[in-house]
């Protein structure tokens, strides 16, 4: 079987490829998703090949992710698993997309399949698979069946932290009378990395490995990236005006898109000098592939308000905004905790970039705090309405992972970035005394289906 897979991957890796599927990788690679699907349909036609209907899938998940809509991925799928069969990797990948779909669509006979066909061909063997069909089995209500499979899924691997909370979290709703010993957990994890950005050209390869490694699932902090000086300054002055004219969910949060020209101009001068020259290359392996990055249109600019001590009142030179006031919101944090990018079936590099333009952390101004404990899967709180599969109440998500939370302390300038799954939010305490303004910037790198199925 090894050697059947390894003549398998060489081939097609190797073959000679038609004119539009090498046309459809370049417009792929760029972003061109609709253009790209259309030439990796004409590939296919005239050559009914595996990997041509994998770019295909990739392009077209890309492309539908945009829309929110999984319809089309999951056609896709369904034609590659009458054609072709399927690997391990895609029958967990075909299993994913099903809980990306709303709860009213939801097949779980067709999503227990895909896990189960995932199960049988690994001998168990995976984390992911197990997780994926205690989902199922969760949302059909066997509440047993699906510890089980958190179980299993925990004896593949004794990180997987989702098993653990999905367990526990059915345990505090009274589905299960057994916690098996799962309690909240107790310390912060390794999953946090700190670079100084003067320092780059010392970082070694194996650090390059490492850093890749933990932005998937965690976060790296980059010190003194951009410098304190009038540049810096002009820029949060144009920030507050900007922001001063929004009160986005009561946030104070304004979108770039609707930013002054001037204003753009100068973030640009950020991404195109900082970002795209220096960090992205870091931390990303598909931009050293050709990959251009996808900008996600949801970028904001950020002004957090203290907080007054006596009345728990956000408070700024321009409105208040009453501590906890949105569902969702426990004393203390502006946000839930939260995933900024929570999609089952995308195998695409997320990155998030966060910039502080003021010193903040405990005691100084509002920051963030995140999860150095790695999460592979959406954590979907129940009162943001997202209407997948096994919501869980915000409150259960706070208490569990509370313990495993760090807070950020960061000076003007400096940059921190994690990926889709990373867990965190703005927090607040009541000896904090000024606001902090910042950028929040996103990017996706590289195909939406796991590598393995392209032959990469």
Known sequence: MKIKNFFSKFFYKYIPHNANFVNAIKLLKANQFGLSVKEFREAYKHDKNKKYLAYLLSASSSFHNVAASIDETINLCREYKEVFGGDRVFWNFYGRCWLDVCEKDFLADEADKCFSKAIEISEGKHADDWYGLGMVRQFQQRYNEAADCYLKSIECDSTFVESQFRIWSMYQDGFINDNFGI???????????????????????????????????????????????????????????????????????????????????????????????????????????????????????????????????????????????????????????????????????????????????????????????????????????????????ANLISIFFDKAMVKIKAAPGDVVIFGRYMLHQTFYDSNMALPRNSIDLRWVTGPSVPKEMLYL
């Open 183 to 393: 309690e909240p957990l107790k310390k912060s994890g390794k999953y946090l990395m700190d670079f100084d950005f003067n320092d780059l050209d010392k970082i070694s390869r194996r650090e390059v490995i490492e850093a890749r490694k933990i932005k998937e699932f965690g976060t790296i902090v980059f010190r003194n990236v951009i410098k304190q000086d009038c540049f810096l300054r002009s820029l949060k002055e144009e920030i507050l005006t900007y922001t001063a004219t929004y009160d986005y969910n009561k946030s104070f949060i304004a979108p770039y898109d609707h930013a002054p020209s001037v204003l753009k101009k100068k973030i640009q001068k950020i991404i195109d000098n900082k970002i795209f020259n220096k960090l992205l290359p870091l931390v990303s392996e598909w931009n050293d592939n050709g990959w251009k990055p996808f900008q996600n249109p949801s970028w904001w600019l950020q002004y957090m308000p203290v907080l007054d001590k006596e009345s728990q009142i956000l408070t700024g030179n321009r409105s208040t905004t009453p501590l906890g006031e949105i569902v969702g919101r426990p004393s203390g944090y502006a946000t839930p905790l939260h995933q900024d990018n929570p999609v089952n079936c995308q195998f695409s590099d997320w990155q998030t970039f966060w910039i502080t333009l003021d010193e903040c952390g405990p005691g100084i101004a509002p920051s963030i705090r995140v999860l150095t404990i790695p999460i592979r899967s959406p954590i979907d709180p129940l009162e943001e309405e997202l209407g997948r599969i096994n919501s869980v109440k």
